[in-house]
């Protein structure tokens, strides 16, 4: 029986993992499509987490100001502005893990930027399906062609009917194939607009 020294136990070893490695299915590479638009870098792993409970004032993520006497809210909207989801997110939000919630009638202003490589706009629509804006002027400007990074723009518009829509970028696959999307509520109940993750 043949006795094998440690050295070359270790570097058996040292190929078996690597084999095994390389035999994996799994990829964390990001889209054919998207892969020169951005440095080649994983994204973390979203672990799933508790519902936090809803929150309001200026403190609330994208809620940058309200005024329940003029029913008006001002919301902070970033496109790409963390690596999750290769960049394809709202504030770090994506594929609908993040909820906007307005009371119904208030005027809502959207400050819009982009932080990423990739043309980006927004939408609110009634499903990614359908991205025609829900409301007159709920959409940023030329929404289907999106603005490059280092671009702001303003919209604003008036939540008149109560019900469940997203906040969605209108570029063409954006949404439904990247999962740039999230939640957006207009509450027939609510006294002050809120945001939940």
Same mark, same amino acid.
């Given at each position: 029986?043949?006795?094998?020294?440690?050295?070359?136990?270790?570097?058996?070893?040292?190929?078996?993992?690597?084999?095994?490695?390389?035999?994996?299915?799994?990829?964390?590479?990001?889209?054919?499509?998207?892969?020169?638009?951005?440095?080649?870098?994983?994204?973390?792993?979203? !672990? #799933? @987490?508790?519902?936090?409970?809803?929150?309001?004032? &200026? %403190?609330?993520?994208?809620? +940058? =100001? *309200?005024?329940?006497?003029?029913?008006?809210?001002?919301?902070?909207?970033?496109?790409?502005?963390?690596?999750?989801?290769?960049?394809?997110?709202?504030?770090?939000?994506?594929?609908?893990?993040?909820?906007?919630?307005?009371?119904?009638?208030?005027?809502?202003?959207?400050?819009?930027?982009?932080?990423?490589?990739?043309?980006?706009?927004?939408?609110?629509?009634?499903?990614?399906?359908?991205? !025609? #804006? @829900?409301?007159?002027?709920?959409?940023?400007?030329? &929404? %289907?062609?999106?603005?490059? +990074? =280092? *671009?702001?723009?303003?919209?604003?518009?008036?939540?008149?009917?109560?019900?469940?829509?997203?906040?969605?970028?209108?570029?063409?696959?954006?949404?439904?194939?990247?999962?740039?999307?999230?939640?957006?509520?207009?509450?027939?109940?609510?006294?002050?607009?809120?945001?939940?993750?």
């Amino acid at each position: 029986m043949q006795v094998l020294r440690p050295r070359t136990l270790i570097a058996l070893a040292g190929v078996s993992l690597l084999l095994a490695g390389c035999g994996s299915t799994s990829s964390t590479a990001a889209p054919a499509h998207h892969a020169t638009q951005h440095k080649k870098v994983a994204a973390k792993p979203k !672990t #799933p @987490a508790a519902k936090s409970p809803a929150v309001t004032g &200026a %403190s609330a993520p994208f809620i +940058a =100001g *309200q005024d329940p006497s003029t029913k008006t809210v001002t919301l902070s909207i970033v496109a790409g502005a963390t690596i999750d989801n290769f960049y394809y997110n709202f504030d770090g939000y994506d594929q609908g893990n993040a909820t906007i919630t307005v009371p119904l009638g208030w005027t809502v202003k959207v400050d819009f930027s982009n932080e990423s490589g990739s043309a980006h706009s927004v939408v609110i629509a009634p499903s990614i399906t359908s991205l !025609t #804006p @829900a409301f007159p002027g709920a959409s940023s400007p030329d &929404a %289907s062609v999106g603005q490059q +990074a =280092g *671009q702001t723009q303003t919209f604003q518009f008036v939540a008149q009917t109560a019900g469940n829509y997203i906040l969605a970028c209108g570029v063409p696959g954006q949404a439904s194939q990247d999962g740039m999307w999230i939640k957006f509520a207009v509450s027939s109940t609510a006294t002050q607009a809120s945001s939940q993750q």
